[in-house]
């Protein structure tokens, strides 16, 4: 079996792009033109880079759906989880920007949201920017999963819709140059991450179901 090679499909035409320019003009004698081509392109293999990694069995868990930094943890209400625990992570373009369920289960919609670009880390992003919710339907709750723009991030990608089963940790989209995530648990999910905390999309549990 052929080896997948980490890096996120909807990269190539930025990391191609570039690296053809730039091979291009190398060829042509303009190996200092070509610099800034393969600059933008090795920045954006950086950026796209989509790691394998080992998901954790943990019984009830529910796992970070991105890398990144917690920027909050509160009581929330979500219109498919009812009353819920969010936890809002924020992703740096230095991220890895593939996003991955938190839970197994059943996606019964998703729910794209036209908005703003504020800054991903303002709390008002999560209410007016550009949003994609994914709701998934578990054997023990229900999750909600935000995928939210940002100031630099303008183009959510959801690969998934209604009637698509999802694994724990599996990936079902991403969003490009900065950005943000949350989470939303049921309100009894025994939440193990605080404010600060950085997280690893997939691996690390950010709560316990209960």
């Given amino acids: 079996m052929a080896k997948r090679i980490p890096i996120a499909r909807e990269g190539w035409p930025f990391i191609l792009g570039p690296a053809i320019a730039a091979a291009g003009l190398t060829l042509l004698g303009h190996r200092r033109l070509a610099l800034p081509f393969w600059a933008a392109s090795a920045a954006s293999a950086g950026f796209f880079r989509d790691p394998e990694r080992e ?3 943990v019984a009830h868990g529910v796992l970070a759906p991105a890398d990144g930094r917690v920027t909050s943890v509160e009581d929330a209400v979500d219109p498919f989880v009812g009353s819920s625990r969010r936890v809002a992570i924020f992703l740096s373009p230095l991220d890895v920007h593939v996003n991955r369920a938190p ?18 880390y303002d709390p008002a992003a999560g209410e007016v920017n550009e949003r994609c919710a994914v709701r998934i339907q578990g054997d023990e709750a229900r999750v909600t ?19 698509d089963k999802l694994a724990a940790g599996e990936r079902f989209g991403m969003i490009r140059f900065g950005s943000r995530t949350d989470c939303y648990m ?6 193990r991450v605080k404010v600060g905390d950085t997280v690893v999309g997939g691996v690390t549990v950010i709560g316990i179901l209960r």
């Fill in 186 to 191: 049921p309100k009894g999910t025994d939440v």
């Fill in 145 to 163: 999963v935000v995928q939210i723009a940002g100031v630099v991030a303008r183009r959510i990608v959801c690969r998934v819709g209604a009637g």
């Fill in 55 to 57: 998901i954790p069995p």
């Fill in 103 to 120: 839970i197994g289960g059943l996606v019964t919609d998703t729910v794209y949201t036209p908005g703003r670009f504020l800054a991903a």
